[in-house]
T-cell receptor, first 112, second 114 residues
Framework: SQQGEEDPQALSIQEGENATMNCSYK?????LQWYRQNSGRGLVHLIL?????REKHSGRLRVTLDTSKKSSSLLITASRAADTASYFC????????????FGKGTHLIIQP | DAGITQSPRHKVTETGTPVTLRCHQT?????MYWYRQDPGHGLRLIHY???????DKGEVSDGYSVSRSKTEDFLLTLESATSSQTSVYFC?????????????FGPGTRLTVL
């Protein structure tokens, strides 16, 4: 069953603007992760936020986590054409070893 | 791609034939995973391994089997391929440090079952 659901499914913005994607999930989690997938490629890990954390930064990425609402957001600031990709949230509910549960993804297009 | 290779990268086969996909890692990570990716479904876990000869089922394991005889290799077998198994298959590995289980993905295998 799908744990995470990203919103929106697709997003198109101008280069330089900020992009915000949201993820909602259903059950309690140990951590939530965001991945990027360029067309035809494997997924690349971007950032992990633990259930006891509320916000985390990595370069131009900012992730928030609200466990009371079972939601997370990924903000990409000052977007670049190279940020064009699909972005997936993934949750770990089982303690780590037994895989992640992925959402369906947000397809982000950065217009030059 | 973090020392992960998948073979073959593309395969076309016919319904009813057996198919084996291989994942090879050079990172010596203990945990390995097979996912499939389909439009409208995101990635779904098929099987995973937590050590040599230690495997378990994921969300969509029906019709698939796996084997891990060496740390570096994780094989996914479709005993009798069906058209519903047409998909892109990704292997992933994880070092699992405490509760931080970020995964590193291979480049994927695109399988078409006619």
């Amino acid at each position: 069953s799908q744990q995470g659901e990203e919103d929106p499914q697709a997003l198109s913005i101008q280069e330089g603007e900020n992009a915000t994607m949201n993820c909602s999930y259903k059950t309690s989690i140990n951590n939530l992760q965001w991945y990027r997938q360029n067309s035809g490629r494997g997924l690349v890990h971007l950032i992990l936020i633990r259930s006891n954390e509320r916000e985390k930064h990595s370069g131009r990425l900012r992730v928030t986590l609200d466990t009371s609402k079972k939601s997370s957001s990924l903000l990409i600031t000052a977007s670049r054409a190279a940020d064009t990709a699909s972005y997936f949230c993934a949750t770990d509910s089982g303690g780590g070893a037994d895989g992640l549960t992925f959402g369906k993804g947000t397809h982000l297009i950065i217009q030059p | 791609d973090a020392g992960i290779t998948q073979s073959p990268r593309h395969k076309v086969t016919e319904t009813g034939t057996p198919v084996t996909l291989r994942c090879h890692q050079t990172e010596n990570h203990r945990y390995m995973y097979w996912y499939r990716q389909d439009p409208g479904h995101g990635l779904r876990l098929i099987h995973y391994s937590y050590g040599v000869k230690d495997t378990d089922k994921g969300e969509v394991s029906d019709g698939y089997s796996v084997s891990r005889s060496k740390t570096e290799d994780f094989l996914l077998t479709l005993e009798s391929a069906t058209s519903s198994q047409t998909s892109v298959y990704f292997c992933a590995i994880s070092a699992l440090r405490a509760t931080d289980n970020e995964q590193f993905f291979g480049p994927g295998t695109r399988l078409t079952v006619l």
